[in-house]
């Protein structure tokens, strides 16, 4: 049977340049691109980082019951949608395995939709100072840098990354993220073990 290697971590942990890592060091795991209705940022690409969405598309794949997990998020500029649709990218009944990257929530109706056995979480960790300093940094460089956003995303993960929602998914072990080079290794080390065991 096949997992699913799961990356998630509050924003500006790392997790979108680590998950890309992943890509080319292990590039016989399979990619599952997520979908969003969120406008598309500088340097994005549609079908790489997401499936850039409408509403009304979210609305069919609900009314076809394609959704395996949807999350909406209220933003400061409107409500923003993330989803996985049952659009043929999974199979876990071969031996195909898949890197996939979210957020805990979407992690745990990820694994309530396609079993506890089927999941592995990459949980990736950062000092918040140092996040948040990343985050900064990531926003000046757009166009129209989205500020209050930044701090309403910060504030959120707090909650949502709570150590009992952590306990409750499952996730005993963490990345720390201090060093790029080092917790690459560690993670690969640790995938490698399960997928060629």
């Given amino acids: 049977m096949g997992k699913i290697f799961y990356v998630m971590g509050k924003s500006a942990s790392g997790k979108d340049t680590i998950y890309k890592e ?16 969120r406008p598309i940022r500088d340097g994005e690409t549609e079908g790489v980082e997401y499936h850039f969405s409408t509403v009304e598309r979210l609305d069919d ?3 076809e019951k394609r959704l395996i997990e949807e999350r909406t998020y209220q933003t400061v ?23 996939m990257i979210g957020t805990l929530e979407s992690y745990e109706k990820m694994r309530e939709y396609f079993g506890e056995n089927g999941l592995v979480p990459v949980y990736i ?12 940094e990531r926003e000046k460089g757009q166009k129209e840098p989205k500020y209050k ?4 995303r910060f504030l959120a993960d707090e909650e949502d990354f709570k150590e009992e929602n952590l306990v409750r998914c499952g996730i005993i072990r ?24």
């Fill in 22 to 37: 992943l890509r080319e060091r292990i590039p016989e795991l399979k990619t599952v691109v997520l979908y969003t209705t």
């Fill in 61 to 63: 794949f609900r009314r």
């Fill in 77 to 99: 500029y409107g409500p923003w949608s993330y989803f996985t649709v049952d659009d043929g990218q999974i199979c876990l009944d071969d031996r195909d395995s898949y890197l």
């Fill in 149 to 152: 956003e930044l701090c309403r």
């Fill in 174 to 197: 963490r990345y720390r993220n201090d060093d790029l080079r080092e917790c690459l290794e560690e993670i690969c080390r640790d995938m490698e073990a399960v997928l060629y065991r």
């Fill in 125 to 136: 960790e950062v000092d918040d100072g140092v996040r948040l300093e990343r985050a900064l």
